[in-house]
């Protein structure tokens, strides 16, 4: 049996453990794909996950990139060669992994339109990056690397991470302001363990730009009798077809909006709203919960999807909720939808396809309850049979 390493190619976590595994030549299987054990070897459902070659079961990055460095020839040190070097590379192992790593990617996630923009979160996640970087720099002024003069793996794996602060929310300026973490980067991003691997650093941050406003041009005066081309129509949304419903969409969110959620709103979505040759009921959930990380990340990427779903706001009601604490979190929630199809309505937003949408049945008491649970959120969620608190969530209206 060989050791398995089940990733998400496209996580910076996991493709740093991807390149530590081809650069030593490590006798594992790397995958994407999951095993059909693996909700049950690893019931949290995240990636990385590891299963060794005697059916060995390790998950959490940091504790599977220790285990892949005692695969590698001891002569390597790449944990240090002592107890205090083993603690202080340990130690900058993990402010990489929780400091510096969501200190770029969320800034970055906002930048590029993933994450709403919110100047607070942008701001504070900014200035830990600068607190973290203007630590290493006081290390690095006088030191070669991190922990010694040796190379060791949490120079490697935060080098890797400054090749995203490089590229993206840090860019060239980043590189003048700390002279001697850029001198150390350019130092271990030359060793052979980034062969091949291509770092750029980009000429300005990369940084957050509102939508332009677009100034509609004044309409010139049309000479009569002149022929005038007709205007081009506006695309219609697929759902208008189906016509008008029997109860307008508007008179539910109305109530929901005005109304007690248990005792008042919900009784009335079933007796006025509820129609199933006109709507039918979805849950959602997002496929990548274990690349979610704190909670109000999560409901900040909720509000995002939201916002690329507004051109079907006449045609959609529903709640998304965060359940579940900081590093383990997950979305999922209910829609009501015009019509008997989901894709319609949703592939409007570009990221439609990171969520899974499965039919419910009102008929059925499981469906029901959890319709109107994600309608009041005043009960945990159950995942994989077990509790887990609403920590936050959305309402699309």
């Known amino acids: 049996m060989l050791n398995t390493l089940y990733v998400l190619p496209e996580s910076p976590r996991n493709k740093f453990l991807m390149i530590f595994v ?75 992994q929780i400091e510096v790593l969501p200190s770029y990617i969320y800034p970055f996630m906002m930048a590029v339109g993933i994450c709403p923009y919110k100047k607070k979160d942008y701001d504070e996640s900014m200035a830990n990056l600068e607190l973290f970087t203007s630590i290493l720099e006081t290390r690095l ?42 001198r150390w980067f350019l130092t271990v991003s030359k060793n052979s363990f980034f062969e091949g691997v291509q770092f750029k650093i980009a000429a300005e941050p990369l940084t957050y730009q509102p939508p332009k406003k677009v100034v509609a041009p004044k309409k010139e005066a049309v000479p009569k009798f002149e022929n005038v081309p007709v205007e081009e129509k506006k695309q219609k949304h697929p759902l208008e077809s189906l016509g008008k419903p029997s109860n307008a969409l508007d008179n ?5 909006s005005n109304e007690e959620t248990r005792p008042v709103a919900i009784p009335w979505f079933w007796e006025n709203q509820w129609n199933p040759e006109e709507w039918s009921l979805w849950k959602v959930d997002y496929k990548y919960n274990d690349e979610l990380e704190k909670t109000f990340m999560t409901n900040n990427q909720i509000g995002g999807f939201f916002a ?39 592939d409007v937003a570009p990221d439609w396809d990171t969520y899974n949408y499965t039919r419910l049945n009102p008929e059925n008491d499981k469906d029901r309850k959890f319709i109107e649970n994600m309608f009041a959120w005043d009960e945990p969620v159950i995942v994989n049979r077990e509790k887990k608190v609403i920590a936050d969530g959305k309402v699309f209206k």
């Open 308 to 346: 690329r779903l507004s051109a079907s706001t006449k045609y959609l009601f529903g709640c998304l909720v965060v359940y579940g604490v900081d590093n383990d979190n997950g979305i999922t929630g209910a829609f009501l939808i015009r019509g008997q199809e989901y894709a319609p309505a949703f």
């Open 141 to 182: 002024a006088n030191y070669t690397y991190l922990v010694s003069e040796r190379i060791s793996i949490a120079d490697v794996l935060n080098a890797y991470y400054y090749s995203g602060v490089y590229a993206t929310v840090g860019g060239n300026p980043f590189t003048k302001k700390y002279p001697s973490v850029y």
């Open 22 to 96: 081809d650069y030593f030549k490590l006798d594992i299987n790397v995958t994407n794909e999951l095993s059909k054990t693996f909700a049950v070897d690893f019931p949290l459902k995240k990636r990385p996950a590891l299963v060794t070659s005697k059916g060995e079961k390790i998950c959490e990055s940091v504790a599977i990139l220790i285990y892949l460095c005692s695969l590698v020839p001891e002569d390597e040190k790449l944990l240090g060669i002592n107890p205090w070097e083993n603690a202080q590379i340990l130690k900058y192992i993990l402010w990489g």
């Open 252 to 256: 539910w969110k109305r109530v929901y």
